[in-house]
């Protein structure tokens, strides 16, 4: 067998996998991905084998073909939970079990339907009877669910021109709507970062040796953690000092979104906000709700017309970022937005009562790469959310606080976005709530809490890194040696 063919198999079979984890070439050596019409055991070393099932993408309405995962102990990571391990599979099929072998993980459903998932034979070989990559990207890509056009974006005004208690009430009449669709879980979705450390913790248990891969996060940080606002009316505007002096006295500073069209803006405010250190990004045109679905044309005009009116303002200003209002999007609007900027905020890992889809999200809470952007998600449940529910203060924090809790534990990315608004944010409750946040994540001492700009720059210059091992030691090679940035390689290890 040809070794360095195969190993380069892997690398395009489970490319994406690979990447996220900075895998060294060395671990996946006796690795072997192979299609199932040519499943076979080798002789040398023991190999891990993928059934490229489904081969195609495939879009169905919400709701059908939930699977919950179960596995052995020896796959279980630390911050995993049970209840929350779910996944949604594109068609329901019969899948032949290859071997007649021990099951580490399966799947299951409601009524009684089991697919194994991960085997393993007597020989330590290891089948995904799943494709690993492909469920990764059926949810990180929101194949799962149809987006629709909502109806406030089809009325021929902009919809903040309705009252605010209004406009609250229509989320509470969706909820009971939709109360029967059930994913993703929600607040926490945990499915996709599970199927990425099985991937990691099977290449550990076939070669049976301890796994290097590059930490998530620079300067020895275990989690990374973002503060933004959509400023949507002028209370928003008027309200900026208010949200951004609290920050500051916690040392923090944030991201903020406006609209290009809608309010007021100066130079001078615009300017204050910069000299505090924060960002100032773009949050679309006018809030209408319609841009995401306009023509191709018409969109480019619009965020075009944004990006120059605030280099018109100032113009040694770069806008990094966008965010879609009422995270709207859509492929042709992303594809635009790449062309003017770095990063987007559109998406959350998972969210309800949207107007998008009853349920929706990346379910995933690291950044990733999508239609020329960095995605960087949003993690954690919006104070808007919690307006349309009447969610008393106390829950909103608990449910803050598990949620930032349980992304530490598996090292991922919070990002809570805040609307200064006077409906949101911008009230003495909302002043508190959000105080009483910043006060439990300053006293996080391994979160890397910055600007997303700076999250959406490390994780394109760690894609571009990669672990070499010389003379038996492991280093990373940079795509710049005079980075900023403080690497660690971390390693996985027998439980």
């Known amino acids: ?89 594109p068609t329901f099929a019969s899948f032949e079990n290859y071997w007649d072998d021990e099951i580490l993980c399966y799947l299951y459903n409601e009524e009684g339907s089991k697919i194994p998932f991960i085997l393993r034979d007597k020989e330590n070989n290891i089948l995904f009877n799943i494709d690993p990559e492909f469920l990764v990207n059926y949810h990180l890509y929101e194949n799962y669910f149809i987006p629709k056009i909502p109806l406030y974006a089809k009325i021929p005004f902009r919809y903040h021109l309705l009252p605010a208690f209004i406009r609250i009430r229509i989320p509470g009449l969706l909820q009971r709507r939709h109360s029967a669709i059930k994913f993703p879980p929600w607040p926490i979705v945990q499915h996709v970062e599970l199927i990425r450390y099985l991937f990691l913790k099977c290449i550990q248990l076939v070669t049976e040796k301890e796994l290097a891969y590059l930490d998530f996060w620079p300067f020895k940080r275990k989690f990374a953690a973002c503060l933004v606002h959509d400023v949507d009316t002028y209370s928003g505007v008027k309200n900026v000092s208010f949200l951004s002096k609290l920050e500051r006295a916690f040392g923090m500073k944030s991201s903020w979104y406006f609209l290009s069209k809608g309010y007021r803006l100066t130079p001078t405010f615009l300017e204050w906000i910069l000299r505090r250190g924060h960002e100032i ?35 040694s200003v770069r806008i990094e970022g966008f965010r879609s209002p009422s995270h709207l999007r859509s492929t042709k609007l992303m594809k635009i937005v790449a062309k003017y900027v770095d990063y987007d905020m559109s998406i959350p890992d998972t969210e309800i009562l949207s107007q998008t889809a009853p349920r929706n999200g990346s379910c995933s809470i690291f950044p990733y790469f999508s239609n020329g952007l960095i995605t960087l998600p949003l993690t954690i449940p919006q104070d808007a959310l919690f307006r349309f529910l009447k969610t008393p203060r106390t829950q909103i924090l608990k449910i803050w606080k598990r949620k930032t809790d349980w992304i530490e534990k598996v090292g991922g990315l919070t990002s809570l976005n805040t609307h200064p608004d006077n409906h949101f944010s911008g009230n003495k409750e909302g002043y508190e709530v959000y105080s009483e946040y910043l006060a439990y994540l300053s006293k996080k001492e391994d979160a890397w809490v910055t600007l997303p700009k700076e999250i959406a720059r490390w994780w394109n210059f760690r894609y571009h890194c990669k672990i070499r091992n010389i003379n038996g030691d492991y280093r990373v090679n940079t795509p710049n040696r005079n980075h900023k940035y403080k690497l660690t390689i971390k390693y996985l290890r027998e439980n």
């Open 281 to 315: 990004c773009l949050h679309g045109y006018n809030h209408d709700g319609k841009l995401a679905f306009l023509k191709p044309k018409e969109i480019d005009r619009r965020i075009s017309y944004g990006i120059s009116r605030f280099k018109n303002f100032i113009p």
């Open 1 to 89: 067998m040809d070794l360095q063919f195969e190993k380069m198999k892997v690398i395009e079979a489970c490319k994406s996998l690979v990447e996220f984890w900075k895998i060294p070439m060395e671990h996946l050596c006796n690795i072997v991905i192979q299609n199932k019409k040519n499943l076979k055991k080798y002789k040398n070393s023991p190999a891990i084998f993928v059934n490229p099932f489904p081969t195609v993408e495939h879009k169905i309405e919400p709701g059908s073909q939930i699977f919950f995962i179960k596995l052995e102990k020896e796959l279980v990571p630390s911050w995993s939970n049970p209840r929350e391990s779910s996944v949604m599979l």
